[in-house]
């Protein structure tokens, strides 16, 4: 029977049995609900409120569950007597609490469906509530706002009025003082209305004053006058293009057609081409006769000067000009412009003089109104009626005319003044461009007649060059006998000194004397050159053995006529390890012979190089900072090619640096000069790429000079050359170790890094993280040599020749 009351039996068919014993709270809430004893808040914990519990008071489901264990506990007794009888009433028994079971259960899932749909109803009566609490909660939020900004509009109110009424007594200060000075003033207006006639006239006479000044000072030019006159010097005595320069650019034409096709032709129709020639220039010389006495009566110097005058005046006054496009019209546009203004300050002027004149003669009828020594005519009507309207109009006047002065002075920036001074400036450049051409080719006209003045009767020849070259040939001839004698004198068993001495001066003679002839063919094929250049371009072609093609190919720089055996030579074994190096004498100056050994493709290749070089110096003007090529020759009895180039004393930066270092300003000044070169041969398109301390000059320690490189070397073979280091620093640039080809940005890498061994000579340097560039992060070095290496000592972007010139480290340098 305890265990009856404590457990529910729960039959084996029973779908959810193990629910009905763990869900106990759903069935006091539904009992709960049912009988109302939830919290009237609607706490959805609350729990039921503890109920008195009797004995007889036992649920009909606890009771039907004793009363079932007391049928069990009666059938277990009975089944002991005797099991036959009680096996069918068990089962029956089974049956009916099954049956009751499973009614229980449907009775309990009845409830708990109802419990749902309350909690449900409670959630969402709950969600409502939260819903109408946010709602409440934005709401106080609102009204929050709304009182700041209340309290925020009061504290503006209560500032406007404090504002308002200290506005309010400051009025009240501002009418009081006021009107004391209103009473203060009141003595002083009786007083001037005393004095209003005094007063009055003094002001008209202060007015009459100033259009006198105005007027005196109008007499000077003003702008549109100082504009008008420069449109009118601009428009006349204009010099226009001659009438003889169309003839003579037809001319000039023709002929230079003419001498096209004689430096095209190779030799056949040579001679009908040369008359054709001369005929055409008979005609250009006729040209230019007539051009030139043109010219000659025309005033272009006065005019130019004129020019210049005026422009100069006009520039003043206006300032720069526009050089947009102005229309034909700015001439005419001005002109009415000024003369309507004219007109406008002539009218008001005698309006003015109108007034002041029917002033005077009212100031007239009053002096003699007022005689009373006399009698007069005049009455009291005629002085007191107009004199108010005569003053107002006077005044009026001259204030109309000093206005229209003052217009007229501050006018000039109108478009239309500003398009005629852009028209004239225009005009006036077109004409000074125009006079400058006719100057231009009277002197060149006037030239061309004077070199062909003396060709008038005859033509240019190579005569004397060839009695040069003649005489050239003698010598040499001489010069090798005299050498072969005086080898035999030295070489016989008995030496005659004296005679030795007297053989070796006769060569010396000689050899001067070819020196001198040589000299006299390179200044005749110099002469020559410049005809061939200028009005004889046939005479290559009429003296093919003169070889004159070769002399202006080179810019005079091969000569033929030399050789190595007509030279004393001494050789300079200290300095021959990679060519032969020669000193000797030419021309009484001591020079170096560079010898290269060269086939036949690769001398004309190192002749075209050396020329490049050559002509990079001998076309710049200012100071080229190379070191100059004497002559080229090539060898007769070798196959050398030979460079001489002038011999310096002073030794190249390796030999100097050993034996007396530079100091920190001649650093500066030899290598602004090395910088110089640079900026020559970059300006050719030239890349020097062997720039080392054995190829660079210093001359008295006060001069830096580019020597030349190997013409028989391309750049990239001379970049890569073992003589590019110094110490154990690599003077080739970064790109060119990885690969790429050499370019004027890398020799002034090279550059940079001469400039940091000359400054740390000893020092062994290291590279950066990069491993291309040389570290100097923990040198010691002057603020603007440090600027300059830290834009030459880059991988890329370094600066040009000119713009390390300009740079701070050099200003100053050399000068």
């Given amino acids: 029977m305890k265990f009856a009351r404590l457990s529910l039996p729960v039959g084996r068919d029973s779908p959810q049995p193990s629910r009905i014993l763990q869900d106990p709270s759903a069935l006091w809430s539904h009992r709960m609900v049912e009988r109302g004893d939830i919290d009237p808040v609607?706490?959805?914990?609350?729990?039921?409120?503890?109920?008195?519990?009797?004995?007889?008071q036992k649920p009909q489901a606890l009771k039907r569950n004793a009363a079932a264990s007391d049928h069990r506990g009666s059938v277990c007794i009975r089944r002991e007597k005797g099991t036959t009888t009680a096996l069918q009433p068990a089962n029956l028994l089974r049956k009916k609490m099954d049956q009751e079971l499973v009614e229980e259960n449907e009775r309990l899932k009845a409830e708990m469906s109802s419990q749902q749909q309350s909690s449900l109803l409670l959630e969402k009566e709950l969600k409502d509530m939260r819903t109408e609490l946010q709602r409440m909660k934005m709401g106080a939020v609102k009204e929050t706002k709304e009182a700041e900004r209340l309290k925020e509009e009061r504290n503006t109110l209560r500032l406007n009025t404090d504002n308002l009424e200290s506005q309010l007594k400051e009025a009240r200060l501002a009418l009081q003082s006021l009107q004391q000075e209103v009473q203060n003033n009141a003595g002083e207006v009786e007083r001037r209305l005393e004095a209003a006639v005094g007063d009055k006239l003094g002001k008209l006479a202060e007015k009459v004053d100033s259009v006198r000044r105005v007027r005196e000072s109008s007499r000077s030019s003003t702008v549109g006058d100082t504009l008008l006159q420069a449109i009118t010097i601009v428009l006349n005595n204009g010099i226009s293009i001659p009438v003889a320069m169309e003839k003579l650019e037809?001319?000039?034409?023709?002929?230079?057609?003419?001498?096209?096709?004689?430096?095209?032709?190779?030799?056949?129709?040579?001679?009908?081409?040369?008359?054709?020639?001369?005929?055409?220039?008979?005609?250009?010389?006729?040209?230019?006769?007539?051009y030139i006495q043109e010219v000659d009566g025309l005033l272009i110097s006065e005019r130019m000067d004129a020019l210049e005058h005026v422009g100069a005046s006009l520039t003043a006054v206006f300032g720069a000009f526009s050089e947009e496009d102005i229309g034909e019209q700015a001439f005419e546009?001005?002109?009415?412009?000024?003369?309507?203004?004219?007109?406008?300050?002539?009218?008001?002027?005698?309006?003015?003089?109108?007034?002041?004149?029917?002033?005077?003669?009212?100031?007239?009828?009053?002096?003699?109104?007022?005689?009373l020594s006399s009698k007069t005519s005049v009455c009291l009507s005629d002085i007191t009626a107009e004199v108010d309207a005569l003053l107002k109009r006077a005044e009026l006047d001259m204030g109309k005319e000093l206005e229209v002065s003052q217009t007229e002075q501050e006018d000039q920036g109108v478009q239309i003044v500003s398009s005629a001074f852009n028209r004239v400036m225009k005009q006036i450049q077109q004409e000074q461009g125009l006079l400058c051409s006719i100057r231009e080719k009277y002197l060149l006209n006037i030239q061309f007649k004077e070199e062909i003045q003396q060709w008038q009767h005859s033509s240019p020849n190579a005569d004397k060059l060839f009695l040069i070259k003649k005489r050239i040939k003698s010598l040499r001839s001489q010069l090798r006998w005299r050498l072969v004698e005086e080898g035999s004198l030295e070489e016989a068993e008995e030496q005659d000194l004296t005679e030795i001495v007297k053989k070796k001066e006769e060569i010396a003679e000689t050899r001067n004397a070819l020196f001198l002839e040589i000299s006299?063919?390179?200044?005749?094929?110099?002469?020559?050159?410049?005809?061939?250049?200028?009005?004889?371009?046939?005479?290559?072609?009429?003296?093919?053995?003169?070889?004159?093609?070769?002399?202006?190919?080179?810019?005079?720089?091969?000569?033929?006529?030399?050789d190595r055996d007509v030279f004393d030579c001494e050789p300079m074994r200290e300095l021959s390890g990679r060519r032969p190096l020669l000193c000797t004498e030419f021309q009484g100056q001591r020079v170096v012979l560079k010898g290269y050994s060269v086939d036949e493709e690769g001398e004309a290749r190192m002749l075209e190089r050396a020329t490049e070089?050559?002509?990079?110096?001998?076309?710049?003007?200012?100071?080229?900072?190379?070191?100059?090529?004497?002559?080229?020759?090539?060898g007769k009895s070798d196959p050398l090619a030979y460079v001489m180039v002038p011999y310096f004393t002073g030794g190249t930066l390796k030999v100097v640096q050993k034996s007396s270092p530079l100091t920190a300003s001649e650093v500066v000044v030899v290598m602004r000069g090395v910088a110089q070169g640079l900026r020559t041969l970059h300006a050719f398109g030239i890349t020097h790429g062997s720039l080392h301390p054995s190829n660079v000059f210093v001359l008295n320690r006060e001069q830096g000079i580019v020597g030349d490189f190997d013409f028989t070397k391309t750049a990239e073979q001379r970049a890569i050359d073992s003589s590019m280091a110094v110490g154990s620093l690599s003077l080739v640039a970064p790109e060119v170790r990885q690969g790429k080809s050499p370019t004027q940005s890398c020799d002034l890498y090279t550059f940079g890094c001469l400039l940091l061994w000359l400054h740390f000579p000893e020092l062994v340097f290291m590279l950066k993280t990069d491993g291309l560039t040389p570290d100097t992060g923990e040198l010691t070095l002057d603020p603007k040599l440090s600027g300059l290496l830290s834009k030459l000592l880059v991988c890329s972007k370094r600066l040009t020749a000119p713009e390390v010139l300009s740079d701070d480290y050099f200003l100053g340098a050399g000068d």
Wanted: aromatic share 10%; with cysteine.
């Fill in 520 to 562: 006299l063919e390179k200044e005749e094929y110099r002469k020559l050159s410049v005809l061939a250049k200028g009005a004889f371009p046939e005479l290559p072609l009429l003296y093919p053995e003169a070889d004159i093609h070769s002399f202006m190919a080179s810019e005079g720089l091969l000569v033929k006529s030399l």
């Fill in 42 to 56: 609607g706490s959805l914990g609350a729990m039921p409120k503890l109920r008195p519990a009797f004995p007889e």
């Fill in 613 to 634: 070089y050559h002509r990079a110096r001998l076309f710049t003007e200012e100071q080229t900072g190379l070191l100059p090529l004497v002559a080229v020759f090539l």
């Fill in 250 to 290: 037809v001319a000039w034409k023709e002929y230079s057609h003419a001498q096209e096709m004689l430096k095209a032709c190779q030799t056949d129709g040579l001679v009908e081409l040369i008359d054709h020639r001369n005929e055409v220039r008979a005609v250009l010389v006729g040209a230019v006769d007539d």
């Fill in 333 to 371: 546009q001005f002109s009415e412009w000024k003369s309507r203004k004219q007109q406008e300050s002539q009218s008001v002027r005698e309006r003015t003089d109108e007034a002041l004149l029917s002033l005077c003669s009212w100031f007239g009828n009053m002096g003699k109104f007022f005689s």
